[in-house]
């Protein structure tokens, strides 16, 4: 069956790094636009960033476009996201999604000194 799932989350000072991975079977994944979608405590979904299925070319809000960095190994069936001078308000579950629908369980990014 399909499944999405997430790693890499954990505590992160502002302005370090972290890269999420998102680890992804039960489906072609070379042929979809994946996502990363975050949920901050108390707050909606926010779209994070979005990744062709080539990989070539990208997306991101105003909100994190300069800092984060989404990218994509068809070989390994894998999305990444590589998160830059994170800020406090970058803290949530960070969830990756498949166009057709599937989301991975999520993975908490604190972002705190």
């Known amino acids: 069956q399909v499944q999405l799932v997430e790693s890499g989350g954990g505590l992160v000072q502002p302005g370090g790094s972290l890269r999420l991975s998102c680890s992804a079977s039960?489906?072609?994944?070379?042929?979809?636009?994946m996502s990363w979608v975050r949920q901050a405590p108390g707050k909606g979904l926010e779209w994070v960033s979005e990744i062709n299925s080539g990989g070539g070319s990208t997306y991101y809000p105003d909100s994190v476009k300069g800092r984060f960095t989404v990218s994509r190994d068809n070989a390994k069936n894998t999305l990444y996201l590589q998160m830059n001078s994170p800020k406090p308000e970058d803290t949530g579950l960070y969830y990756c999604?498949?166009?057709?629908?599937?989301w991975g369980q999520g993975t908490q990014v604190t972002v705190s000194s």
């Open positions: 999604a498949a166009c057709q629908g599937s």
């Open positions: 039960g489906f072609t994944f070379s042929r979809y636009y």
